[in-house]
């Protein structure tokens, strides 16, 4: 007998802990999957931060609490699995968002920043799965991971944009779910990579103000580039019954970008 479409969506009873989940793209991954019905515990490294985004989705009526810490060092990593599964039981899904970015032309790009963003955007996301993993999912044999990667993981760069750390990174997040995928599937853990194309943030500003919103609208087929909502749905697909039979796929939301790029 087959299970009625929203009770495939529904999370109740579930939990996610979401990193980088203060703002942007992650604050908006946890208020989805927070009003499907699961209890979020957010963390990054600003406390200021992650209580002004716990009171955002407290008012929606989500079950939200948060932990401060830096998800590029290992023992940090440690912690707030640990806090995790204190404060939350267990963790049924896992979002990996925490990331960073730095533009230099390659031939100049400083090695601290290119370990800055490796241990941040990739580092940290193999580190906080196998904490995760090892102390909830494994032993639960379910869980669900969802990555962020971007579609600058897809493909190259026009010559303006000058990330290569942060493109290389987010290759490397790809191919990572595909492998994780295939080596947890044992276990019954989904795992999943979102491929956000343009979205505004605290990340993108600079790119905001260098090209304008129509001016990266433009190379997009729907003429558009990413709003507040237009993560929920896919993160909630990957996060849900409605996935059940979806992993190691990577999932681009980018107005039809990485279609006729090259992705």
Not at 239 to 262: E, F, M, P, R, Y
């Amino acid at each position: 007998m087959s299970t009625p479409v929203h009770q495939l969506f529904d999370l109740s009873g579930k939990t996610a802990l979401v990193t980088g989940g203060s703002r942007g793209l992650g604050l908006q991954i946890a208020e989805s999957l927070g009003q499907a019905g699961a209890r979020v515990l957010l963390t990054s490294r600003k406390a200021a931060d992650l209580e002004e985004a716990a009171a955002h989705l407290q008012a929606l009526g989500i079950d939200t609490r948060w932990v401060a810490a830096d998800a590029s060092q290992p023992t940090e990593v440690a912690r707030v699995a640990d806090e995790a599964m204190q404060r939350l039981g267990q963790v049924d899904i896992l979002v990996n968002n925490a990331g960073a970015a730095w533009g230099a032309p390659a031939e100049d790009h400083p090695l601290e920043a290119w370990d800055k963003v490796m241990d941040l955007n990739i580092r940290s996301i193999f580190l906080m799965s196998q904490a995760v993993a090892k102390r909830s999912m494994i032993p639960r044999m379910q869980g669900r991971i969802i990555n962020v990667a971007s579609i600058a993981g897809l493909a190259g760069n026009t010559p303006q944009m000058t990330t290569v750390a942060y493109n290389t990174s987010k290759g490397a997040v790809v191919n990572f779910t595909r492998a994780l995928a295939g080596e947890w599937g044992k276990y019954n853990i989904n795992v999943n990579a979102l491929a956000p194309g343009f979205f505004p943030s605290k990340m993108t500003k600079a790119t905001l103000e260098r090209f304008g919103p129509g001016g990266l609208a433009s190379h997009a087929p729907l003429k558009r580039i990413g709003d507040d909502d237009d993560l929920k749905g896919a993160a909630l697909l990957f996060a849900s019954a409605a996935g059940k039979h979806i992993t190691g796929q990577i999932l681009a939301v980018d107005g039809g970008v990485s279609a006729i790029h090259g992705g």
